[in-house]
């Protein structure tokens, strides 16, 4: 089965390969990057992470998927979408950039490439995105994508431990566009 390959101008968003666990571990132990994030404890937990993409990509024909920088084919982060999980029907994109990729408009570029790949491949009526409230760099991406803030969807996410100032979620939506 050919590895799934999405380009933008500048990116590719790619399925995960073995060689993508130290560079996400890597981003996964640097804190600015976990800062809105529960931490990585251990390398074990970033295979695992590997191991779940790759059967998500296989089950679904998505997930996170890898973003890799054209120029040089520079680990840059994951963005992708996610099948529906915890109390929700919808399907969620996310994303995830290192922080030598930061500020460059690449999780811009990938995100919007995900949300047409999704519109063109997918048959949902809406997409939600998720974070922590005050992960503000987070959900002004999503304002910079027409995704609009629901705020009485805000929620305790459930693989947040209770206490951890990471409980607290906000939902945004995009609704798929009108052809």
């Given at each position: 089965?050919?590895?799934?390959?999405?380009?933008?101008?500048?990116?590719?968003?790619?399925?995960?390969?073995?060689?993508?666990?130290?560079?996400?571990?890597?981003?996964?132990?640097?804190?600015?990057?976990?800062?809105y994030?529960?931490?990585?404890?251990?390398?074990?937990?970033?295979?695992?992470?590997?191991?779940?993409?790759?059967?998500?990509?296989?089950?679904?024909?998505?997930?996170?998927?890898?973003?890799?920088?054209?120029?040089?084919?520079?680990?840059?982060?994951?963005?992708?979408?996610?099948?529906?999980?915890?109390?929700?029907?919808?399907?969620?994109?996310?994303?995830?950039?290192?922080?030598?990729?930061?500020?460059?408009?690449?999780?811009?570029?990938?995100?919007?490439?995900?949300?047409?790949?999704?519109?063109?491949?997918?048959a949902?009526?809406?997409?939600?995105?998720?974070?922590?409230?005050?992960?503000?760099?987070?959900?002004?991406?999503?304002?910079?994508?027409?995704?609009?803030?629901?705020?009485?969807?805000?929620?305790?996410?459930?693989?947040?431990?209770?206490g951890?100032?990471?409980?607290?979620?906000?939902?945004?939506?995009?609704?798929?566009?009108?052809?």
């Amino acid at each position: 089965m050919a590895e799934f390959c999405l380009e933008t101008e500048r990116l590719v968003l790619r399925g995960w390969r073995e060689a993508d666990i130290e560079p996400f571990w890597q981003s996964a132990c640097d804190p600015e990057v976990m800062r809105y994030l529960l931490p990585m404890a251990q390398r074990d937990e970033a295979v695992q992470r590997y191991h779940a993409q790759t059967a998500m990509q296989a089950e679904h024909g998505f997930c996170f998927w890898v973003i890799e920088r054209k120029a040089d084919g520079a680990f840059l982060g994951q963005c992708g979408l996610c099948p529906p999980r915890y109390q929700f029907t919808e399907v969620e994109i996310g994303w995830r950039l290192s922080r030598h990729a930061w500020g460059q408009g690449y999780a811009l570029e990938a995100a919007r490439a995900t949300l047409g790949w999704a519109w063109a491949n997918l048959a949902a009526p809406s997409i939600i995105a998720i974070t922590v409230r005050v992960n503000e760099p987070s959900w002004r991406l999503m304002d910079k994508l027409g995704m609009s803030y629901f705020p009485d969807e805000d929620f305790d996410h459930p693989a947040v431990p209770d206490g951890s100032p990471l409980k607290r979620h906000i939902l945004y939506r995009i609704h798929r566009p009108e052809a």
